[in-house]
């Protein structure tokens, strides 16, 4: 064998390089084109055409006429249902969201704490996260009944038989009791994204606290909080943006009555939409579009009001 035949064979970099990068965006594409298509199938395109056709009077076999900024000009002046339904939305948006991110830190902190029987209340508070809205509607429903439910028959066994309500039937107490229920249901979820931040906190920060004779409330306050406002602000985000967008459980429990009493955005959308003989497509469009852009600017406001202006370094 000569010395020639002993020499390894070269191959051209430049061609080598070139067949990794075909190869390699070969590749990209094959994963990108199919999320790509399906995300402008199901949501880009649902999405302008929602916005198109609330320009429209749209009949159910597609037939439309234009009419500009006609359905919007409606809704704002003129439509009171809606209003109630944005009231009602408010409400349960404001109040639910508070109440839920507060209550979800304070089951955190007593199971951090080493509460009693601490595994056996963290399943039991987080066992109702699992459990599908129409589940925890019916149960809830049979729980309100004014005449077998339970909430009525407790107050009639320890005497309080005069506080008994019809709870989903009384325009003042319906959407408190539906808002009960869409608490019992998410306050598990808080509770453990938030125990997660704190087994995550600094044991430095938490024992020098200790040793500087930091009371329990103080520590929670100038210690533990500011250094959970990243994650209390994105709980706070998504339950805003839940609550704002609240359907199937009202739709369940109430439908939205009685009244208008628990009427939410969402209900109402689909009531014009589907619930109506009002043939017109185009307005519950107009109220989906419009809600939406609401939405996206009071998450928007609340990202700047709560934005965490100094970066905590441990």
């Known amino acids: 064998m000569t010395a020639s035949e002993l020499q390894p064979v070269r191959t051209d970099d430049g061609l080598a390089s070139q ?41 159910p076999m597609g037939n439309g006429t234009f009419v500009g ?7 704002l002046f003129r439509d009171k249902t809606f209003w109630k339904a944005v009231s009602n ?3 349960f948006t404001i109040v639910g969201t508070i109440a839920d991110v507060a209550g979800g830190l304070l089951l955190a ?34 729980l309100y009944d004014y005449d077998w439910g339970l909430i009525n028959h407790i107050l009639r066994w320890i005497g309080l038989g005069a506080l008994e309500q019809s709870w989903l039937g009384d325009p003042n107490t319906a959407l408190w009791a539906v808002l009960v229920t869409h608490l019992w249901k998410w306050l598990g979820f808080n509770m453990i994204i938030c125990l997660a931040a ?9 024992g020098a606290a200790e040793l500087d004779a930091c009371g329990w409330w103080a520590k929670l306050v100038y210690v533990i909080t500011p250094m959970l406002w990243p ?16 359907f199937d459980l009202v739709w369940i429990m109430t439908g939205g009555g009685p009244l208008w009493a628990t009427e939410t955005v ?18 519950p469009s107009a109220i989906a579009v419009l809600w939406s852009g609401m939405i996206i600017a009071f998450v928007l406001l609340m990202m700047r009001l709560f934005r965490q202006r100094e970066r905590l370094e441990f």
Not at 198 to 206: D, H, Q, R
Not at 231 to 246: A, P, R, W
């Open 19 to 59: 067949g990794a990068r075909q190869t390699s965006r070969a590749t990209l594409l094959a994963f990108v084109v199919p999320a790509v298509a399906i995300f402008v199938l199901f949501t880009l395109y649902p999405v302008l055409r929602t916005i198109w056709n609330s320009t429209q009077t749209l009949g």
């Open 69 to 75: 900024l006609q359905n919007f000009e409606e809704i």
């Open 89 to 91: 939305t408010a409400i």
């Open 109 to 142: 902190l007593c199971l951090y704490a080493g509460a009693p029987m601490s595994r056996t209340l963290r399943v039991i508070w987080f066992t109702p996260v699992l459990m599908s809205y129409v589940v925890v509607g019916i149960i809830w429903t049979w």
């Open 198 to 206: 704190l087994s995550a906190l600094p044991k430095e920060v938490l």
């Open 231 to 246: 994650t209390l602000l994105n709980l706070t985000v998504l339950s805003f943006i839940g609550k704002m967008m609240m």
């Open 266 to 283: 969402s209900t109402y959308v689909y009531k014009r939409a589907f619930n109506w003989n009002t043939f017109n497509l185009g307005y």
